[in-house]
């Protein structure tokens, strides 16, 4: 199973989109991140794992790859967890990953679940627009800085729980004002 969010790294003071594309596959449990991850992109697993757990969602004991896409560039920062969770619930059909191919996602988990502010929220608010995506979804305590950015829709949640249930069109996210 197979399922591909789209995210965004910050490189100085410009950003890039990301491909974070997981497969889980049939195999011993492991959990591998490639693509140049770094220091908190490594440690995200346990967040995820953690969160995943604790907003009641079912960890997969399956074989887990995560692909950063560009794999050339190195990937830094805690933002990369939210995208990784939720390629995690969409490739184990535990969310649709419908709404998933037009947006962006970036956000670092706790484990409990909630959604922690990010850095560069303005440049990857500018570089999703750029790349025609239709949405952002981030950290609500990132949307006053992201929300300057017109042309693309910038949404805030606080919670794993709240996007999951956007995704799967059971509620609706705040928008920048």
Request: glycine share 12%; proline share 6%; hydrophobic share 50%.
């Given at each position: 199973?197979?399922?591909?969010?789209?995210s965004a790294a910050v490189l100085g003071?410009?950003?890039?989109?990301?491909?974070?594309?997981?497969?889980?596959?049939?195999?011993?449990?492991?959990?591998?991140?490639?693509?140049?991850?770094?220091?908190?992109?490594?440690?995200?697993?346990?967040?995820?794992?953690?969160?995943?757990?604790?907003?009641?969602?079912?960890?997969?004991?399956?074989?887990?790859?995560?692909?950063?896409?560009?794999?050339?560039?190195?990937?830094?920062?805690?933002?990369?967890?939210?995208?990784?969770?939720?390629?995690i619930l969409a490739a184990t059909e535990?969310?649709?990953?419908?709404?998933?191919?037009?947006?962006?996602?970036?956000?670092?988990?706790?484990?409990?679940?909630?959604?922690?502010?990010?850095?560069?929220?303005?440049?990857?608010?500018?570089?999703?627009?750029?790349?025609?995506?239709?949405?952002?979804?981030?950290?609500?305590e990132n949307l006053p800085e992201a929300?300057?950015?017109?042309?693309?829709?910038?949404?805030?949640?606080?919670?794993?729980?709240?996007?999951?249930?956007?995704?799967?069109?059971?509620?609706?996210?705040?928008?920048?004002?």
């Open positions: 199973m197979l399922a591909r969010v789209r003071i410009d950003a890039y989109l990301v491909d974070v594309e997981t497969d889980i596959a049939n195999g011993l449990p492991t959990f591998a991140t490639v693509g140049l991850p770094q220091g908190a992109v490594k440690e995200g697993r346990e967040r995820v794992y953690a969160a995943l757990a604790n907003t009641g969602y079912t960890f997969p004991l399956k074989r887990i790859t995560v692909n950063l896409a560009p794999a050339d560039i190195r990937k830094e920062g805690s933002a990369f967890d939210l995208p990784i969770a939720l390629g535990q969310i649709s990953g419908a709404r998933l191919t037009q947006l962006a996602v970036l956000g670092e988990l706790g484990l409990e679940g909630a959604i922690r502010p990010v850095r560069g929220a303005l440049p990857v608010a500018l570089a999703a627009r750029a790349a025609g995506l239709a949405a952002l979804i981030l950290p609500r929300g300057v950015v017109a042309g693309i829709q910038v949404l805030g949640a606080a919670s794993l729980a709240e996007i999951a249930d956007y995704l799967d069109g059971r509620a609706d996210l705040p928008g920048a004002e």
